[in-house]
């Protein structure tokens, strides 16, 4: 979140729950298989636990799994589990206590290692995202992936991407480039692993480790063409690629009166005519990347 925090939406101007199944219903039966519930914090938003619930049960969806910064989540972790919740990432920029209230302006750090340790007790995949961003927390890389070696965790530096609320320093100190020379030098056996279909990390693993490490290019964006997400902003806005300022507003079409036919439609069109990459759909704003990942869906 930006230091001088956001400017809060009304409820009106959020999608309702019943169009957020809706949603989901309408993308399932095109053929989605797998989604994510991400934030901000998904779970400060008053009957989450009951929309995932509902969400779970969708016919022919294979996959939920949810992003959250484990502030409060170590409660309800056996809930989550109970409802077939099998990956959750876990946002974690620094193992250190200081520098974790520095960057996120609480001292919630316990509360998130409480909720890795209920994650990992009920055998719940948990990759662990942390943004490498450079002055707060480049120290933290050998130890978060120190991390992997006792634990079952992905460990996944992601390279700093402009949106923060603000101006953005064009030139990227720590590319994926160099995050992997820095593990290599106190790691240097870490070797190169095959990476799933459509990953966005490129993954490691270090020799007597149970987990691994994964690196991210979001900002140089090397791994756009095998790219097959798209996101939908808490207010309903499509967004085809990251950096694309929205190509229509779903909640919009949905209030106006488009049944299920005319979503899919319009869907469609919008997905088969995606930017190429995230370079061109940087370019195609009207203007520059200014808007905090916390309005976007981290």
């Known amino acids: 979140m930006p230091e001088d925090g956001l400017n809060w939406l009304s409820r009106t101007e959020l999608m309702m729950w019943e169009e957020m199944l809706r949603l989901c219903r309408v993308t399932v039966a095109m053929g989605v298989q797998k989604i994510r519930i991400t934030g901000g914090e998904p779970f400060v938003r008053k009957d989450i636990m009951n929309f995932l619930h509902e969400l779970t049960r969708l016919q022919g969806l294979q996959q939920v799994n949810i992003t959250t910064n484990g502030v409060v989540t170590a409660p309800l972790v056996p809930e989550l589990k109970k409802m077939g919740i099998r990956s959750v990432n876990l946002s974690l920029d620094t193992l250190d206590r200081d520098r974790f209230k520095a960057i996120t302006y609480r001292d919630e750090l316990p509360q998130v290692m409480a909720t890795l340790d209920a994650l990992l007790s009920y055998g719940i995949e948990v990759k662990i995202n942390a943004v490498v961003m450079d002055g707060k927390n480049t120290m933290d890389i050998q130890p978060l992936v120190q991390l992997s070696k006792e634990l079952p965790v992905s460990v996944r530096f992601i390279e700093e991407m402009p949106f923060n609320g603000g101006s953005h320093d064009a030139n990227l100190h720590w590319d994926h480039m160099r995050i992997l020379q820095e593990i ?43 790219c097959n997400r798209i996101r939908v902003t808490p207010t309903g806005m499509l967004k085809t690629c990251l950096y694309d300022g929205g190509i229509l507003n779903i909640k919009d079409l949905m209030r106006g009166g488009s049944d299920d036919a005319a979503l899919t439609s319009v869907l469609i069109k919008a997905i088969t005519h995606r930017a190429k990459d995230g370079i061109d759909a940087e370019h195609q704003r009207l203007a520059g990347v200014h808007e905090s990942m916390a309005t976007i869906g981290g």
């Open 184 to 226: 290599k030098q106190h790691f240097p056996d870490i070797a190169k692993i095959p990476d799933p279909p459509h990953s966005t990390s490129y993954n490691y693993s270090v020799p007597g480790h149970k987990g691994s490490v994964g690196i991210i290019a979001a900002y140089t964006r090397s791994f756009c063409g095998t």
